[in-house]
């Protein structure tokens, strides 16, 4: 893998692309400033346009589809949410050697909360509550079932037993793998969610919180986007808030034990996946995974 990749086949993006790209299709902005912007995010390339706005292009095959899935429902979604959430402003096509679509949005102020601390956990763990009740309560007719498009976000904790249990045997030396084991047996036997789907954000972690004035204004990276378990959202308990915050956030849910206890099985899975792959290419993203494990194998001792 070359320097400065996080995956194999991942493409060369750079700010003179872009640039071509703009020149070819939106000359309307082509000579507004280009800046690379630096993210722990592993599928899209982001860089800021101007002052109001940014472009965001995949770098790797599995993240193309997103594209079409954030222009069709991120405008149907914004209006029902608490807090602000990217809308499309304009759909690129393949063009000067970029073999794929790619979007314009509006750029959102803040830092995202992996840089800049809240000011109130627990009230950040309320408004992030709000914002997945929401979400949960808009119609899911027609959104996207979890698959590739998803990385499978919102699967049974079942179909995530191969990976995971990969993941620990890769991770020995680096974790306890008999703890980890046991905690995600431990999930498994949780009974599986048997409503009808709802919506999911599928990637709720620090990186894709905003925070300005120490407040949580925007929630971004919908790429994870789809309909499956509510679980998948509630991996944010053990990945950013802590013993006080999350136990704030469960109250603030409509969450049977169940989900709750699938919610820990999907932090401590995702942990697993993520870290053997991002440790050496991404320092941010694998030390939330880090956190997601010890904080899930920690609370999965205390019970529900």
Same mark, same amino acid.
């Given at each position: 893998?070359?320097a400065?990749?996080?995956?194999?086949?991942?493409?060369?993006?750079?700010?003179?692309?872009?640039?071509?790209?703009?020149?070819?299709?939106?000359?309307?902005?082509?000579?507004?400033?280009?800046?690379?912007?630096?993210?722990?995010?592993?599928?899209?390339?982001?860089?800021?346009?101007?002052?109001?706005m940014?472009?965001?292009?995949?770098?790797?095959?599995?993240?193309?589809?997103?594209?079409?899935?954030?222009?069709?429902?991120?405008?149907?979604?914004?209006?029902?949410?608490?807090?602000?959430?990217?809308?499309?402003l304009?759909?690129?096509?393949?063009?000067e050697?970029?073999?794929?679509?790619?979007?314009?949005?509006?750029?959102?102020?803040?830092?995202?909360?992996?840089n800049?601390?809240v000011?109130?956990?627990?009230?950040?763990?309320?408004?992030?509550?709000?914002?997945?009740?929401?979400?949960?309560?808009?119609?899911?007719?027609?959104?996207?079932?979890?698959?590739?498009?998803?990385?499978?976000?919102?699967?049974?904790?079942?179909?995530?037993? @191969? /990976? !995971?249990?990969?993941?620990?045997? &890769? $991770? +020995?030396?680096?974790?306890?793998? *008999? @703890? /980890? !084991?046991?905690?995600?047996?431990? &999930? $498994? +036997?949780?009974?599986?969610?048997? *409503?009808?789907?709802?919506?999911?954000?599928?990637?709720?972690?620090?990186?894709?919180l905003?925070?300005?004035?120490?407040?949580?204004?925007?929630?971004?990276?919908?790429g994870?986007?789809?309909?499956?378990?509510?679980?998948?959202?509630?991996?944010?308990?053990?990945?950013?808030?802590?013993t006080d915050?999350?136990?704030?956030?469960?109250?603030?849910?409509?969450?049977?034990?169940?989900?709750?206890?699938?919610?820990?099985?999907?932090?401590?899975?995702?942990?697993l996946?993520?870290?053997?792959?991002?440790?050496?290419?991404?320092?941010?993203?694998?030390?939330?995974?880090?956190?997601?494990?010890?904080?899930?194998?920690?609370?999965?001792?205390?019970?529900?």
């Amino acid at each position: 893998m070359s320097a400065g990749k996080m995956h194999e086949d991942e493409l060369d993006i750079d700010a003179p692309l872009v640039r071509q790209l703009l020149t070819a299709q939106f000359p309307q902005w082509a000579e507004l400033p280009i800046t690379p912007v630096l993210s722990a995010g592993t599928d899209n390339a982001i860089y800021r346009l101007g002052d109001d706005m940014c472009v965001r292009l995949p770098r790797i095959a599995w993240a193309l589809e997103q594209v079409d899935k954030e222009q069709r429902w991120l405008p149907r979604l914004a209006p029902y949410l608490p807090l602000a959430i990217p809308v499309p402003l304009g759909k690129g096509i393949p063009g000067e050697g970029y073999p794929w679509r790619w979007s314009i949005y509006r750029w959102f102020e803040g830092e995202n909360a992996t840089n800049e601390p809240v000011a109130d956990p627990l009230q950040a763990a309320r408004t992030i509550a709000q914002f997945i009740t929401a979400l949960q309560k808009i119609d899911p007719t027609d959104g996207p079932l979890p698959g590739a498009h998803n990385s499978h976000r919102g699967v049974p904790l079942a179909a995530r037993d @191969s /990976a !995971t249990r990969r993941a620990i045997e &890769a $991770l +020995r030396g680096t974790i306890d793998p *008999e @703890s /980890a !084991t046991a905690g995600w047996e431990t &999930a $498994l +036997r949780t009974p599986a969610w048997k *409503e009808q789907p709802v919506w999911i954000h599928g990637d709720l972690q620090s990186g894709n919180l905003l925070v300005q004035h120490g407040q949580i204004g925007a929630v971004i990276d919908f790429g994870c986007l789809g309909v499956g378990d509510p679980a998948c959202d509630l991996q944010i308990a053990w990945n950013f808030f802590s013993t006080d915050s999350r136990e704030v956030f469960r109250a603030a849910l409509p969450v049977d034990d169940a989900t709750w206890a699938r919610g820990r099985g999907w932090a401590l899975s995702w942990g697993l996946i993520a870290l053997p792959y991002y440790q050496t290419t991404n320092p941010v993203l694998a030390g939330i995974a880090r956190r997601a494990i010890t904080e899930a194998l920690t609370d999965s001792k205390g019970g529900v």
